[in-house]
Structures are given as structure tokens and as C-alpha cells.
């Protein structure tokens, strides 16, 4: 149990003591800063420990977001701090040569707590503030003042603030107006029984499990079922971050369910349209796979860009001044979230094309409207980094490195060649060598052996791209173009197979890879570093993936290859989805909530 050390006299009609029991923690009372030192020490050495002063005034909620927010190691409100177990070490510092008076440090009012987070702040210590908007959260300095903030509670309608707050502030058109204004009702629903977010994204799972099942029987009131069925999940799945919002309830297992499920969803709802249209007689696999590769490589420019800027150095642009003016103009903002197909808009572009359409039209307007979404954002984001002067960093550089997943034979190479390339030559070497490696085995047909010559200068180009940090202006262009050369080289070779098998295969072994990029992605989110390098080297490397891939279809047949598939395919999925449950589920996970992809 967290403990919560309230410090100062006590003051008489005070609820704070029965507001921090309501949101689990042990209360004791410190009469001075040294019995608060000594509570800090008793407490257990794994736990949360809480300071807040007897004055404080304010929203239950409104502690509830400074205090019990298991994302932040350190956190505060005004008249109150928080740190959790790896972080009491900088707390028991920042209180050490604290005395009554406050050291001389000039506060609104003489708070312990807020002169523990101004010591902090000096420190360099990290200290979360939640946005409060409306809700309360102070140290009134006299009797007209705690009155006067008395009054400011009351004032304002907590469970509004709650459930507003609940929404994501940044979200598409189809969510903010179609679905978030009754979801959210639903989300305070789900938290007044005592449901939990996971097991809300878990019901979001089932119900396009299910749509995707409705979906393979290929007949009408299959399709029509899949559409709803498609839609009533997307509003589980934004139910579900809702409820972690609204009540607080971040955990590492829901970062990894919330990180991952959407990606399986939507995915496995491609898999049940491309079953249920060769029951129709109509083989559209191909499409299928397209669309999962198409949508992968968006979301990895979208982690790349994300990950090579956020914390870069003079990072400005002319293109980005205009972005932010852009936004200041209240329509625009709406055109340019729908522009870039959001998860939102698309799943209710494909439920809706599923009910009174075909599979196959289907994923033609997805591929289309995908790829022109792809083309928008790709090239706003070149245009930003070429005329910005960012200055990346070495965090950035090790992030790309780890979405790169260069495996052991790109890796030996670029540590042999040294230097490699300089400036714009390392994004157009991965491209150039993916794009071969791919045309080579499209335009060859199945057997030949000119697929494995464009994977082996695949490999020699993938450890010139890598072969020193990736900190240029268009290297986070990287790790897509090796997705899109990885997952491009697979479609092609099982599209050229032409056996019943090939491309359902080639589906299974995109989607286990596709995994192991994802789940690359969230750890790097949540400052857990890559996957085990080990994990990596068992399963080859993007690049050694690719070579095997290519030699396997020229000395097999096509059946053959087939079955090759099906195995390399499991062996991956197996490897990385145990390796991915073991990190998830440990307790050095990151305790964070995924807030959805915008695409």
C-alpha cells in the first residue's frame, strides 16, 4: 500500500485525510520535517510515498492525477509530491537540509512539498505536473484564502472535468464526433462496476476476432455483420483508453495488450475479408498483404520521424511554422486529420465497404486511400527535415539503430566497411538496395536465382546505411525503406510462387516480423531500450530474413517454398511473441498506455 506522509498541523474540517485514504493510500502525519524524514524512511523501500501538506485544498481527482499516475516516477500538484520506488532516492536528497523555514527558498507559501519540487527542479530531477484545467489544487496561505478555494471546489463539476478529460485532446473527426461523445459515457460505465481497461481491450480483441469471422464466410450478411461488428470494437478500443484516462488505471500489461491488439484487429480483419472472398471464388490475398505491408511501413515513418525529433536541437523549420499556423485555423486542422486516414476514419471506410460492397473493392479504395495518406505525410516530413538544422542525438541515433533491426550479417559488414556513407547517401543506399532486391524478384520468375543477387547487395547495402549513426537529415527514412524492401521481397516471391498457400503464408510470416517491429517500437516508447540482441540474431536480422527468403525460393519448388514459409513464419511468431510476454509482463516493463495511432 502507497503511503501518503501529511505534513504540518492538522487543520479541522480538512477532507484531505479521507481523500487520500479513497485513493488507496496509508495516511500518517508529520508535525515537522524531520518526522516526515524518518516516515519517508519506515516506509516500505518498493513503494510509493506521497508528501502533501495539511493545508491543501482542492479535487480528490485533482490528487488523484498529481499522486496515484504509475507512468512518472516523480509527480506533483501544488501542495503536493509524489515519488515511486526508484525514484525515492532523489526524493530523500531533495529533503535532506530542509528546515521549517524553507531554506530561503521563496514559495507562494511555506509548503514542504512545493520546496521539495523546487529542490528537485535545481537538481535536474524530472517532475510530471498533470494539466489541471479547472480542477483545484492548492496551499491557501490564510482563512479567507482556504474559504476562497473552498468555494473554487465546489465551484467546478469534478466528474465533467473527469470524464472530458478522459478524451484525447488530439484525436481524428470520426472519433472526436462520432464516437467519443457517448464512448466516454461507456468508459465511466465500465469504471463504476470495476472493469479494467485491459479487460476492455481484451472485449475489442474478441469483437473483431469475431468480425473478421463473419467476415471469411463471403456472403452478404456476413460481410454486413463484419461492418457493425468492426465499428463496435473500434469504440471498445477507444472505451478502453477512455477508462485508463478516467480512472487512471495504467499497467504494463495493458501497454502491451493496448500497443498491439489494434494492430492484430485490424490485421486479422484483413485475413477474414481475403478467406471470405476466396470462398466467393475471388483471390485476393495479395490485396491483403499489400494493405497490412502499406500500413506498417506508414506507421514506421511515423515512429521513425517521431523518434529522430523529439528531442533533436534546434529543431525548426519554415514547413513547421506553417503547420502551426496552419492549426490556428480551426478547419484546416479537421481536413489534415482526415487527409492522413486515421484509425478512425479507415476502420469506418472499411466496415462501411465491407457491408455493401466486395473484399476486393474493398481493398482497392484502402490501398489507394492509404497510399495517398502515406505520400502526404511522408513528404511533409522530408520537407521539415530538410529545411530544419536539427541537431539529433545519440538517444535518437541508438532508436533508429533498434528499428533498423539490422541483424548479424548487415552488422558484421558495417563494422568491416567503417565509416560508411555520408549525408544523404545513407537513406538513397537503402533505398536503392531495397528497391532492387524487390524489383529483382518480381520481375524474375519463381526459382531464379537473380532474387538472391538483389538480397545479397540488399545486405551490403543495408551495413552501408548502418554502418554509422543515423543521424542525417532523412535517416529516419531508414527503417521504413527496410520494412518496405523486407515485406516488399516476400509479397513478390510468393505472388511469383502462383500455388494455392503461397500468399496466406506470406501473409502468416509478414505478420510475426510485423510484431517484432511494433513491439520494438513501444519499448523504445517506454525507454526500455530494444528487444534482447539475442532475439534479434536468432531470428536474422531484417536483412538476413530477406537473403534466406530469396534462397529458399530459388532452390525449392513452389510448394515447397510454400511450407518454408508456413515454418519460418511460426518459428518467428513463437520467438518473439515469448520473448515479447516475458518482457511485458515482467515488472521492469515501462507502466505507460498506449494513446492510439493517429494513423
Known amino acids: 500500500m502507497p503511503t501518503a506522509i501529511v505534513t504540518g498541523q492538522p487543520v479541522p474540517g480538512s477532507s484531505l485525510e479521507g481523500d487520500l485514504r479513497s485513493l488507496g493510500f496509508d495516511v500518517r502525519m508529520a508535525a515537522d520535517t524531520a518526522e516526515a524524514r524518518n516516515l ?13 501538506d495539511a493545508r491543501f485544498v482542492g479535487h480528490p481527482h485533482a490528487l488523484r492525477l498529481g499522486l496515484t499516475d504509475p507512468r512518472f516516477p516523480l509527480a506533483a500538484v501544488p501542495g503536493a509530491v ?3 520506488g526508484i525514484a525515492r532516492q532523489a526524493l530523500s536528497r531533495a529533503l535532506e537540509g530542509q528546515d521549517e523555514t524553507g531554506g530561503g527558498t521563496a514559495v ?4 514542504l512539498p512545493d520546496r521539495l519540487v523546487t529542490a528537485l527542479d535545481a537538481d535536474g530531477t524530472p517532475v510530471h505536473r498533470p494539466e489541471l484545467g479547472s480542477l483545484v489544487a492548492a496551499v491557501p496561505a490564510d482563512p479567507q484564502a482556504r474559504n476562497e478555494a473552498r468555494q473554487a471546489v465546489l465551484a467546478v463539476d469534478e466528474e465533467d472535468v473527469r470524464l472530458k478529460s478522459a478524451v484525447k485532446s488530439r484525436d481524428g473527426f470520426f472519433t472526436t464526433f462520432c464516437i467519443s461523445p457517448y464512448s466516454r459515457y461507456l468508459a465511466r460505465w465500465c469504471a463504476r462496476r470495476g472493469l479494467t481497461p485491459n479487460q476492455v481491450t481484451t472485449a475489442s480483441l474478441l469483437t473483431a476476432l469475431i468480425a473478421a469471422g463473419c467476415a471469411a464466410t463471403g456472403t452478404r450478411p456476413g460481410f454486413i455483420a463484419a461492418g457493425v461488428l468492426l465499428i463496435a470494437s473500434f469504440v471498445l478500443d477507444c472505451t478502453d483508453g477512455q477508462l485508463a484516462r478516467y480512472s487512471l488505471q495504467y499497467s504494463t500489461l495493458g501497454a502491451w495488450l493496448d500497443a498491439t491488439f489494434d494492430r492484430a484487429k485490424e490485421y486479422a480483419y484483413y485475413a477474414g475479408l481475403a478467406l471470405g472472398a476466396a470462398r466467393g471464388g475471388d483471390d485476393v490475398w495479395a490485396l491483403a498483404l499489400g494493405a497490412m505491408i502499406l500500413q506498417t511501413c506508414r506507421h514506421v515513418v511515423d515512429f521513425s520521424f517521431n523518434e529522430a525529433n523529439h528531442d533533436a536541437t534546434a529543431n525548426t523549420s519554415p514547413t513547421a511554422a506553417l503547420s502551426d499556423k496552419l492549426d490556428s485555423v480551426g478547419w484546416t486542422v479537421w481536413v489534415r486529420r482526415m487527409i492522413v486516414l486515421p484509425i478512425g476514419e ?3 471506410m472499411i466496415a462501411v465497404l465491407t457491408a455493401v460492397t466486395t473484399p476486393r473493392i474493398t481493398f ?10 502515406a505520400a502526404y505525410t511522408t513528404a511533409g516530413r522530408v520537407l521539415r527535415s530538410l529545411t530544419r538544422k536539427a541537431r539529433r542525438t545519440d538517444r535518437a541515433a541508438r532508436a533508429l539503430a533498434d528499428l533498423a533491426d539490422t541483424g548479424p550479417l548487415a552488422g558484421a559488414l558495417a563494422r568491416v566497411l567503417g565509416r560508411g556513407l555520408p549525408g544523404l547517401a545513407v537513406p538513397a543506399a537503402a533505398f536503392l538496395g531495397g528497391a532492387a532486391v524487390v ?8 526459382g531464379g536465382w537473380l532474387p538472391v543477387v538483389g538480397a545479397v547487395v540488399y545486405v551490403l547495402t543495408s551495413a552501408l546505411a548502418t554502418a554509422r549513426p543515423l543521424k542525417g537529415s532523412l535517416d529516419w527514412l531508414v527503417p521504413p525503406f527496410f520494412r518496405a524492401a523486407e515485406y516488399g521481397t516476400v509479397l513478390a516471391l510468393a505472388a511469383r ?19 517484432h517491429h511494433y513491439d520494438t517500437v513501444y519499448r523504445i516508447r517506454g525507454d526500455a531500450g530494444a528487444p534482447p540482441a539475442w532475439l534479434v540474431r536468432a531470428i536474422g536480422g531484417q536483412e538476413g530474413r530477406t537473403l534466406l527468403v530469396t534462397v529458399l525460393a530459388a532452390l525449392l519448388t513452389a510448394s515447397q517454398f510454400t511450407v518454408a514459409l508456413t515454418v519460418i513464419a511460426v518459428c518467428v511468431a513463437l520467438l518473439v511473441l515469448v520473448e515479447s510476454i516475458r518482457f511485458w509482463v515482467s ?6 498506455h498506449d494513446e492510439g495511432e493517429t494513423a
Open 40 to 52: 519517508i524512511a519506515a516506509a516500505p523501500a518498493d513503494g510509493r510515498v506521497a508528501l502533501v
Open 82 to 84: 509524489t515519488a515511486q
Open 108 to 111: 507562494a507559501v511555506d509548503s
Open 346 to 348: 479507415r476502420w469506418a
Open 364 to 373: 482497392y479504395v484502402l490501398l489507394i486511400g492509404c497510399a495517398l495518406a
Open 439 to 446: 524489383a529483382c524478384s518480381a520481375l524474375t520468375g519463381f
Open 497 to 515: 510462387a502462383d500455388v494455392h498457400g503461397a500468399l496466406p503464408a506470406a501473409f502468416g510470416l509478414v505478420a510475426a516480423v510485423a510484431y
Open 587 to 592: 515488472a521492469g516493463a515501462p507502466a505507460v
